[in-house]
């Protein structure tokens, strides 16, 4: 069966750096879309960065330029390293997988499969 293991999530200072890592297995991973949303208490779930399976990237406005979604496909390994981060990023970040080979926006109607999550603290 899939499984989708996020890790690298923590608390992190306003300004500061950190690399999200997403473990994929049970999954024909370079064929596929893969993205990270997040969700912040008493809000939507949001797409922040999908990677499609040319490493073609989309980010949401607000992380253009201090977010970067890559791939690994050799090591099944999906990453965000998000720099200058400020409170209005802390949120649980999500890795996905999508049996599209690649999906139009943001939307996480076009993902399959899901993390558990790993939580992201701003101060």
């Known amino acids: 069966h899939v499984q989708l293991v996020e890790s690298g999530g923590g608390s992190v200072q306003a300004g500061g750096p950190l690399r999200l890592s997403c473990v994929a297995s049970g999954y024909t991973y370079r064929r596929h879309c893969m993205g990270w949303f997040r969700q912040a208490p008493g809000k939507e779930r949001e797409g922040v960065a999908v990677?499609?399976?040319?490493?073609?990237?989309t980010y949401v406005d607000s992380v253009r330029g201090r977010f970067t979604i890559s791939r690994d496909n050799a090591e099944n390994v999906l990453l965000l390293q998000m720099n200058q981060l400020n409170p209005a990023d802390a949120a649980t970040y999500y890795c996905?997988?999508?049996?599209?080979?690649?999906?139009?926006?943001?939307?996480?109607?076009?993902?399959?499969?899901w993390g558990q999550g790993t939580q992201v603290t701003v101060s």
């Open positions: 990677i499609d399976r040319t490493s073609t990237a």
């Open positions: 996905a997988a999508s049996t599209r080979a690649a999906v139009w926006g943001l939307s996480s109607t076009d993902f399959d499969y």
